[in-house]
């Protein structure tokens, strides 16, 4: 506030205002060009600090500040800072300037029933002191617990007594670096002999940071003075003040040295960011673990000529002692108040109690907790690094209720965590922290199947698709084509009459299907024709009776519906399990909130689906895979789930508070008991029933896609054959082709030779044996 009257006064004066003490980010918000702040502003500490924090893998954290200007300015940065590491601050300990111990101590008991334990002071000296001596009284300052203070405390460490210091200890602190250099030792020299001639009594008194910034701010005004009027006749009065005021902080803008603190130089009237020492107060000092520099984040060493980038790794920090004395690395949150269990909600279900069953004796008011999503948490709770004290709490689920009022306890804290069959929902994590799946999840639609058996006339013709019988048919008139060309001039029973010649060359090539032909092929090229071709025929009639053998049985059960269009196009009523997420899914679908029925048991399920859509049932369920295999193992054969559409997922977690440390732990136990044996021992309810068969549907008829490779075979080996016969036989009749006599026309010659080919070959072996 005195900064600020002074500000606006140096403003209407136009006479450059310089502080070499006040640190508040507030200040930058001044848009004056007469202030320069000579110190580093607090808000460039905050990157420092989220350094710290990502470096140890903290989530939360929680700042204890002071009630004023100095103490909220930074706030907001700190908040900014953290958030682009992933940590969060949940709550905010404010302490005013003039506390008393008893409110210091009601404040810090508040704190200390949060889980949190990693704390952020920032405040002076004086009432840091007071906050660390009642912390430690309290238990604060134990193990487990993270102390970081700003360089409010640790630049002016020197203030700080014996006493309260061993209620420091652990504490990491942020500090202003200033180089060691030969000035700087030669000025502590001069200044310490002046200030015990002037100040006998104090024989310990340190010059801190301020000092060394009060001495080069006031260097710089002199250099900027001296630029402005000159060494001689310096002589000011008020008006020459106003009047050179833009001047001077023209001047003071652009002077640049290297002074005591440092670099120092205004840009845009402050002091640029400056690197940060990062110490650990252990005994009656300090022990310098490492820095922080805007350049290259966390160092050991400020030596920087082999770091490439940006680096928040704790290997570059310095071995720490932690409060308490202990050198583990604290996990940032507990267990808030000794004694407290952990209170677990759990779903009360009449349906599906393979996954959660709670039972309740009445006659010794006892609730038993069963079942598989009951024992794979107490299965990782025994794979946490640290004990979980926990009781569960039976949650009544009413009818018209659904799981996101269970997601409601957790997020009004009602309950520390959820346990059951809960799915991992998008928008269920907006409000509250889930682990990952212990169980694999989707969402797919059941329908009734029924006895269809297909008593169509030309149901035959259905094991080949269309495009797959024509090419067949093709095949074999090219075959007969192909035989008949090979073996007319050489084989009897290829000769005669022209429908003789047809009806047997067609004969041969059909009867190849269930080789029954009793004519001979003479000839090596027809041979081979006739094998690869008979190897074509012998793989497609047997995929041909397969197919139809498949194609009768599979018919004989078909699903009621193929598809969710039919459902909505026929006004078919459709069931989803009360509670489940899966609701959101129907009503995306389109499906009128008539058409919508709801079941709470594998038992209700089977009763909507004997009623029937006429009768006020269901022609088809929506819900989660786990809950429908199971329905599909009591009713075998008699339902079916459909391959579209399908609707995928996260599975079954856990839920916890919205930035729960204990999530991600619990998420890391999850793991080992899945990679572990342990989960063998654990009873899945999946594993021990016979799960019909997942998907049935029509059978598909073959194509010609599957065989068209078989084809290419018999094809290439046809056109060879025929190019090896016409080539031999064109060379034989090179007579008749090639004559000179011109009288003869040329389609006359191609006639001839076409009677030639009539002909019977008398050279070949068959009529040789005939002669």
Known sequence: MQASFVIDLGNKSKIPIISFSTTSPDLASVRTPYFFQATINDSSQVKAISAIVHAFRWTQVVPIYVDNEFGKGIIPYLYEALEEVDARIPYRSVISPGATNEEIEIELYKVMTL???????????????????????????????????????????????????????????????????????????????????DNPDMVNAKLDIFGFWAYDATFALAMAVEEVFGTTNFNLDASNVSQNGPKLIQALSRTRFRGLSGDFGFINGQLESSVFQIVNFIGNGENGIGFWTPNYGLVKRLDVTNVTRYSVSKANLGSIIWP??????????????????????????????????????????????????????????????????????PIKIDEDESYNNLIDEVVYGKYDAVVGDISIVANRSLFVEFTLPFMESGVVIVVPMRNDVNKNAWVFLKPLSQDLWITSICFFAFMAFVIWILEHRINEDFRGPPLHHVG???????STMVFSHRERVLSNPARIVVVIWCIVVFILTQSYTASLTSLLTVQQLQPTVTDVNELLRKKENVGYQVGSFVQEIVQELKFDPSQIKTFNSIEHLEELFTKGSANGGIAAAIDEVPCLKLFLAQHCNKYTTLTTPTFKSGGFGFVFPKGSPLAADVSRAILKVIESNRTSKIENPLNNETICSSTLGSANSLSLRSFWGLFLIAGVAGVLALIYFVAAFLYGQRDVLCKHDTGISVWKRILQVLRNFDQRDLTSHAFGNMN
């Open 115 to 197: 889980q949190i334990r990693v704390f952020i002071v920032h405040m002076a000296p004086d009432l840091g002191s007071r906050v660390f001596h009642i912390a430690k009284e309290i238990g604060m300052m134990g193990e487990g617990c993270v102390w970081i203070i700003t360089n409010g405390m640790t630049n002016l460490w020197s203030l700080i007594d014996l006493f309260d210091m061993d209620s420091m200890q652990g504490v990491l602190g942020l500090r202003n670096y200033v180089p060691r250099s030969k000035e700087l030792k030669r000025f502590e020299k001069r200044w310490k002999k002046k200030f015990l001639q």
């Open 324 to 393: 308490g004395d202990h050198q583990s690395i604290p996990k940032g949150w507990e267990i808030p108040i000794r004694g407290k269990r952990l209170k677990i909600g759990v779903p009360v279900k009449t349906g599906y109690t393979e996954f959660v069953k709670v039972t309740t004796d009445q006659s010794t008011n006892s609730t038993t907790f069963t079942g598989y999503c009951i024992e794979v948490f107490k299965a990782v709770v025994k794979e946490m690094p640290y004990p979980i004290p926990f009781d569960f709490h």
């Open 504 to 510: 047997t060359s067609f004969w041969f090539s059909f």
